[in-house]
């Protein structure tokens, strides 16, 4: 698995972003993909998941203003971040895993990072 994001960056609130997830997968056992978020010194959380059979999965802070996407052809799965907060600033990952119902990540399925940073 190789997981590639990109389209961080430097954003006003209110602003939008999109996150791109290049990904190559072999495994078949995967069959979702997951962006999460992390500040520093806490806890990684999920933002949104998506499966390869279309389904998603928000976390509560996320519903209404962010959309997750994926391009087949492509091998890209996209997060739309829309009315973004201050509170959204975290450095972003993408993630490959195991979507029934609920999206869990595989062991050592993570892309770099990159980096959102929202401005009030």
């Known amino acids: 698995v190789q997981l590639q994001a990109s389209g961080g960056g430097l954003v006003q609130a209110g602003g939008s972003l999109r996150l791109s997830c290049f990904a190559s997968?072999?495994?078949?056992?995967?069959?979702?993909i997951g962006w999460y978020r992390q500040v520093s010194g806490k806890k990684r959380e999920l933002v949104a998941a998506?499966?390869?059979?279309?389904?998603?999965q928000y976390a509560d802070s996320a519903k209404g203003r962010f959309a997750i996407s994926r391009e087949n052809a492509n091998n890209t799965v996209y997060l739309r971040m829309n009315s973004l907060k201050p509170e959204d600033t975290a450095v972003y990952y993408c993630?490959?895993?195991?979507?029934?119902?609920?999206?869990?990540?595989?062991?050592?399925?993570w892309g770099q990072g990159t980096l959102v940073t929202v401005s009030s």
């Open positions: 993630s490959a895993g195991h979507f029934y119902g609920t999206y869990y990540p595989a062991a050592g399925c």
């Open positions: 997968i072999s495994d078949t056992r995967v069959n979702g």
């Open positions: 998506i499966s390869f059979g279309g389904d998603t």
